[in-house]
């Protein structure tokens, strides 16, 4: 049995693709500093491990019963504010340092045989220059400071060096379950809405002007890291990932009011980022109310109310340039999964719900 090692276990990416690859009937390990609470399957054996100090890794990952096969990276270390660290120094090198802490130890034994590495639509240099229309994977590199671009050329020349082979992906803002991540936006809109409740407010739109986005759900990367595990077209290659679709938020905002069972009101634009953190005592108040899981906002918010106010255009007047990629290149690869967008976010509110995460 082929044994994939998933790092970045409690985040949104590492519990889909854990979920995926143990459905599949595969040997799972996880990864990460919190052991994952929203895996569905049983076969699987977590590792607490922090992945930035290289003497545990090594001590840990040298003396695994099993031969890892398979690696997929979702680890990623993110700065308080979210945003700003996406360009800084430390939080670059200490990135790369991390998948290398992890890969170097796995490749002694000689069983490893595929990595999947995540990245993001930020490596088109949208935080720098309006990108290409749609972006595709083929177009040149767009030097700008990250750390997708240490990871890349690691794992190219390490891969050539001792025969395993890799695959990219550049989601496109994932819709899932996890709370206190670092992005991920259904939860920051449950909190949003039960705040809006308890002060008799209706559900506004708090962003600014209307931008039109692409999304894609963690199942779907979950399942597209599966793929990938043994697809001869998916070695060497990366792939953008989305839903196949696009979505203004204004026109999902009705159906996510609905889902909550809350009034929409006139739009309103605020900073999530400021408004949630200032009713944290609030917030206890509602989780004692509701019997919630969460009494502390904090642990629900991670950093995902900065990434709300991006990804709604809080503060632009105008619309900020598009950021749409073309996913042509998987679905001829032969992976042609798809959500409805709506659909998917409705979803995973509701499923905050029923695990009292958020308010009914």
């Known amino acids: 049995m082929k044994t994939v090692l998933v790092f970045g276990a409690s985040g949104l990416v590492g519990t889909a ?25 049983e076969n699987h054996k977590h590792l607490q491990l922090d992945i930035t100090d290289s003497a545990r890794c090594l001590e840990v990952l040298t003396g695994l019963d099993e031969d890892v096969s398979h690696v997929v990276y979702a680890a990623v270390q ?10 800084d120094p ?20 000689n069983s490893l045989e595929h990595v999947s590495l995540l990245q993001g639509t930020k490596a088109y240099g949208g935080s720098i220059a309006p990108i290409r229309v749609p972006a595709r994977e083929s177009q040149d ?8 671009w240490l990871h890349e050329d690691y794992l190219k020349k390490i891969s050539d060096q001792c025969g395993f082979s890799y695959t990219v992906f550049r989601p496109q803002l994932i819709v899932g379950p996890n709370h206190g991540v670092v992005m991920n936006l259904p939860p920051i809109v449950g909190v949003y809405a039960a705040m809006r409740k308890k002060e008799g407010l209706p ?11 692409e999304a894609v759900d963690v199942r779907l990367v979950g399942d597209a890291c599966l793929w990938a595990a043994e697809a001869e077209n998916a070695k060497g290659e ?7 679709e696009v979505f203004s938020w204004r026109d999902m905002w009705p159906a996510i009011a609905e889902t909550l069972c809350i009034e929409m009101g006139p739009e309103e634009p605020l900073s999530l980022a400021d408004y949630l953190p200032e009713r944290a005592s609030m917030w206890t108040e509602i989780a004692i109310e509701h019997g919630l899981s969460e009494h502390s906002l904090e642990s629900i918010l991670g950093e995902s109310h900065h990434y709300a106010d991006l ?11 598009p950021t749409f990629v073309s996913t042509i290149k998987i679905k001829q690869a032969g992976f042609t999964e798809t959500y409805d967008s709506e659909a998917s976010f409705c979803y995973w509110l509701r499923d905050l719900q029923k695990r009292k995460v958020i308010p009914y």
């Open 17 to 41: 693709a854990a979920n995926s690859f143990s459905k599949a009937g595969w040997r799972v390990i996880t990864c990460s500093r919190r052991r994952p609470t929203l895996l569905t399957q």
């Open 78 to 87: 993110e700065l308080p504010g979210l945003m700003p660290g996406w360009s």
């Open 90 to 109: 430390d939080q670059i090198a200490l990135n790369g340092e991390m998948l290398e802490n992890v890969i170097e130890p796995l490749r002694l034994s």
């Open 141 to 148: 590199r767009v030097e700008h400071p990250n750390f997708y």
């Open 203 to 213: 559900l506004s739109f708090p962003g600014g002007a209307d931008w039109v986005w």
């Open 238 to 244: 990366t792939f953008n990932l989305t839903n196949g």
């Open 311 to 321: 990804c709604f255009a809080y503060g632009s007047l105008s619309p900020p340039p």
